[in-house]
């Protein structure tokens, strides 16, 4: 493990970090958001954040109580978590289009007392809110709904919850009592919690990961600056929504710890979206996963097709991709048409960030790359309960365990869960990896995602990988599933644009018979049911659990 890590000084902040520092260097007047034909300057940005904190303070928030931000991403976004952070309080972010009971359990687990969010999300949330009054929550602050250019700070619908026993206001005011108040900002420790990050538990209801304020500044100084290298010259736009802790990192804290800019878009990321956002802000940076990677390859192979110009990305230096496997056939095909670097790497909510990742002159496509300096890797047997378990042999399958300053504190409210994932300064991430000979790492899927067809294990990821290997094959998910008894591989795929009304028992047959030719035959999909798109959760992953719900 690397022993030059960065040390921070006691007294941390990551308002400071993050943004304060940034007018020190002469910065204040530079853009730091482009939304839609708005620009929002680091002073700018800076002021309403200060001001927002100052009112936390006078409205009686104390040091490390929980503020549940939940909206899309616009600028408030940005001072809405800075002004948490100067205030020192906890960032807790939710996605504005959950169901309303995943958002009402959090509001509770979270015992949040401010909330921040839309004028919808809000008045869909009436009566929970109000049965809240007089316990711990303070107050609501409001944010408009509005499309991408729209104004962040404009008139709000504010609903009447009565005699609840909290404020009830625009943001936008609340930064204005904070711009008239003397409020000095709370000192912070570099190991005060700061932020929570939400990760799926067995029970299928989110929970928190707690971290501290210098977790962020490690993985900032390791992996943003010492491996992908972001710079104060970059524009950065971002597929997964800032609410996703992958997100928050490279579009809105790491452009900000080098002076860059971030593009933001309010609505739901799809082709079309995204493929706009890239055309008008040129990003140099984009934050990618591979559903979209498959869906940006189909949109602009249809444009093409029409005689219209193709989605340009000429101007990216780089791209980021994580939150689920990247085939290699993806891949290749994504780099075949757009040129450029794509620097997969892995993560997770528990190390805050990327701890391996490919990088700049250092790319083995499909592979995770190697880790990030600063971070020790192991891959220990499946049924290792300590770091201390020698490694498994090169090539062999094992769960990849990660050392790093950046690991939690544990889980809010679930000691047992914690005892099973943190062992002191390590990590069982619960993910299966090979290394090969090089030191590359290669994912094999999660370990609670095997199962036994025929009494032999079976990965899900290496059947998706393999008919990702078809060229009729734009996206595949597999999941176990009952057939005469029996638990057996099925799969569900997503077909390409030219490929699209080819499907039925031909290509089901053809596409058995291709896994057939390359896999073990225990692993072929016994069925193969053609979607038109996958479902996905809030993280904009393949949700495999609502495909099971369905199957079943």
């Known amino acids: 493990m690397n022993t030059g890590n960065p040390v921070f000084p006691e007294d941390l902040n990551l308002a400071n970090y993050y943004l304060f520092d940034r007018i020190g260097e002469d910065l204040g007047e530079k853009t730091a958001i482009y939304y839609g034909d708005r620009e929002f300057s680091y002073q700018q940005i800076s002021d309403k954040s200060a001001a927002l904190s100052r009112y936390l303070v006078d409205l009686g928030v104390r040091q490390e109580e929980r503020i549940y931000t939940v909206l899309p991403d616009s600028p408030a976004f940005a001072w809405s978590l800075f002004g948490t952070f100067a205030a020192g309080a906890v960032v807790a972010m939710g996605n504005p289009y959950a169901p309303q009971p995943d958002l009402e359990y959090v509001i509770e687990y979270s015992r949040a007392s401010v909330l921040i969010t839309t004028d919808i999300v809000a008045q869909s949330l009436i009566e929970t809110l109000s049965a809240f009054g007089g316990r711990h929550l303070r107050a609501i602050l409001i944010v408009p709904d509005i499309e991408t250019g729209g104004d962040p700070e404009g008139p709000v619908a504010l609903a009447d919850y009565g005699d609840a026993g909290f404020e009830v206001l625009p943001l936008s005011e609340a930064i204005k009592l904070g711009q008239k108040s003397s409020a000095a900002m709370p000192t912070t420790h570099r190991d005060d919690i700061c932020m929570w990050l939400f990760t799926s538990g067995s029970t299928g209801r989110p929970k928190a990961a707690l971290h501290s304020h210098r977790d962020f500044a490690f993985n900032t100084e390791v992996y943003a600056k010492g491996t992908v290298g972001y710079r104060q010259a970059d524009i950065a736009v971002s597929i997964p929504r800032l609410f996703f802790g992958y997100a928050t990192g490279t579009n809105l804290f790491f452009p900000f710890s080098v002076g860059a800019s971030v593009g933001l878009f309010s609505e739901r990321p799809s082709p079309e979206t995204v493929a706009s956002a890239i055309a008008r802000y040129k990003p140099t940076v984009i934050t990618n996963v591979p559903t979209m990677m498959g869906k940006l390859l189909d949109y602009d192979e249809s444009l093409r097709k029409d005689g219209k110009d193709g989605v340009d990305m000429s101007s990216v230096r780089f791209q980021l991709?994580?939150?689920?496997?990247?085939?290699?056939?993806?891949?290749?095909?994504?780099?075949?048409?757009?040129?450029?670097?794509?620097?997969?790497?892995?993560?997770?909510?528990?190390?805050?960030?990327?701890?391996?990742?490919?990088?700049?002159?250092d790319v083995k496509g499909g592979s995770l790359g190697k880790a990030v300096d600063g971070y020790e890797l192991k891959i220990l047997p499946r049924d290792a309960s300590s770091p201390g378990v020698a490694p498994v042999a090169v090539g062999e399958v094992g769960v990849l365990w990660v050392r790093g300053d950046s690991v939690a504190h544990g889980y809010f409210q679930d000691r047992d869960e914690s005892f099973r994932t943190f062992h002191g300064h390590w990590c069982r991430t619960g993910d299966l990896f090979t290394l090969d000979a090089d030191g590359y790492l290669w994912f094999a899927g999660r370990d609670d995602d095997l199962f036994k067809a025929s009494g032999v294990w079976v990965s899900p990821l290496e059947v998706e990988t393999c008919m990702m290997n078809h060229p009729a094959v734009s996206l595949a998910a597999v999941i176990p599933a009952q057939f005469d008894g029996l638990l057996k591989p099925k799969a569900f795929i997503v077909l390409r644009p030219k490929w699209a009304d080819k499907g039925g028992e031909g290509l089901c047959a053809e596409l058995q018979a291709h896994c057939k030719d390359v896999l073990s035959k225990h692993k072929y999909p016994r069925a193969v049911i053609f979607l038109d798109d996958m479902p996905r959760n809030d993280r904009g992953k393949i949700d495999k659990k609502l495909l099971k719900e369905r199957d079943q």
Do not use: K
């Not at 040129?339 to 805050?352: H, K, R, T």
């Open 321 to 361: 991709s994580a939150g689920e496997a990247l085939p290699p056939v993806l891949y290749e095909r994504f780099i075949a048409r757009f040129g450029g670097e794509v620097y997969d790497g892995i993560g997770s909510a528990e190390m805050f960030h990327i701890y391996a990742s490919n990088r700049p002159g």
